[in-house]
């Protein structure tokens, strides 16, 4: 079930132009309360990170309010005298688009859309994006985030998407259960060597293998299927890999059938991008794909149309994105050679769910 309503009834709320449009309310899930007491002992309840418009057009979250701001009301600019937590927990919920400057009065304070959804073409659709909510990091391994432990017998798909470690671009890993289509784990960085990317590709693989190898549920061979993007640095990072020994490296390589010698990773051209846009996208808004990392949410806010595909934003990041859709492209590849696998995904994904226009598909 949906956590966003749509404002079908084209019902209006006041905002600090007068009574405008807004499209939709999205329920942010249950949290705690916090009150927000002005000088005449008005009050709002809110999340501890809601937005308050202050006198002077900024905004602070509801736990960075100092008591002694002023704050914008329908009454006019009024003072902060206290905030304190509450012991109450509720579902809250939040105006998406409000008026054309994504504000409104909420019990006569003036409030920002937690959430702004934005007028660009971004991949996934604008609404759903503020449905997207990230979970907590279960546990770190350096600095690798994870957000659930290995499961016995589960199918997991570990892509890498490198980067010079320079300080420019990010190099990126993501970890999915392919059992229950969710995310595991992720990692980034900018200033890691290629060699050293490879260091944490092995130790993230190892950790899955060993995990599942000592579960004693575990009834075969751990599944893990793995790859690399093998475009612009992709020749070091495979020198890397091959240095390392690709038989040290535990699950199997996914790579491209490119000539009778074959390549290594997957190599992405603008054609076979646009097609794992498209099937991360239908797999996401039809709710068979669960992310988990705040970062790749804010990845996925300014992933947009560039005419001829999709990449980040001016000055913005893609590459959480991108090796979330390598991901989905080692699904479709072990799909595509083993029917059997549908019936070990729990969320029903089919090989027609990974199924785009022919035309787009042709090089995949």
């Not at 499209?23 to 000088?39: H, M, P, S, Y």
């Not at 299927?225 to 992709?234: H, M, V």
């Not at 980040?312 to 979330?324: N, P, Q």
Request: charged share 25%; aromatic share 10%.
């Amino acid at each position: 079930m949906s956590n966003l309503a749509k404002n079908n009834s084209k019902i209006k709320i006041l905002t600090d132009s007068g009574f405008e449009d807004f499209d939709a309310v999205v329920c942010n899930g249950e949290r705690q309360l916090f009150k927000t007491i002005l000088e005449d002992d008005s009050f709002i309840l809110t999340t501890d990170d809601h937005k308050i418009y202050l006198d002077d057009e900024t905004t602070k979250t509801v736990m960075s309010i100092f008591i002694g701001d002023k704050v914008k009301t329908t009454q006019g600019i009024k003072i902060v005298k206290n905030v304190i937590p509450t012991n109450d927990y509720s579902f809250v919920y939040d105006i998406v688009n409000a008026g054309k400057n994504k504000r409104f009065y909420a019990d006569n304070i003036l409030v920002s859309n937690c959430e702004f959804v934005s007028t660009e073409d971004t991949l996934i659709d604008g609404l759903f994006i503020t449905t997207l909510a990230p979970d907590n990091v279960k546990f770190w391994i350096d600095d690798i985030k994870w957000y659930d432990m290995p499961e016995a017998n589960h199918i997991y798909g570990v892509a890498w998407d490198p980067a010079k470690g320079t300080g420019g671009d990010n190099a990126a890993i993501q970890v999915y259960d392919f059992t229950t289509m969710s995310q595991v784990a992720e990692w980034k960085s900018n200033s890691k060597s290629c060699d050293k990317q490879v260091e944490v590709l092995l130790k993230i693989l190892y950790f899955l293998y060993q995990e599942l190898y000592v579960n004693p549920d575990q009834l075969e061979e751990p599944a893990i299927y793995w790859t690399f993007e093998s475009n612009a640095i992709g020749e070091a990072a495979f020198m890397a890999i091959k240095y390392t020994g690709v038989e040290n490296f535990p699950g199997h390589l996914i790579s491209d059938k490119v000539g009778r010698r074959g390549s290594k990773g997957l190599n992405t051209s603008n054609k076979n991008k646009v097609s794992a846009c498209m099937l991360f996208k239908r797999l996401l808004e039809s709710s068979k794909l669960t992310i988990k990392s705040k970062s790749l949410i804010s990845e996925i806010k300014n992933f947009v149309s560039t005419g001829s595909g999709y990449e980040a934003k001016y000055g913005e990041h893609d590459d959480l994105v991108m090796s979330t859709i390598l991901v989905i492209r080692i699904l479709q590849r072990i799909l595509n050679w083993d029917e059997t696998l549908e019936n070990k995904l729990s969320t029903g994904i089919s090989i027609e769910d990974l199924t785009i226009n022919p035309i787009l598909n042709r090089d995949i």
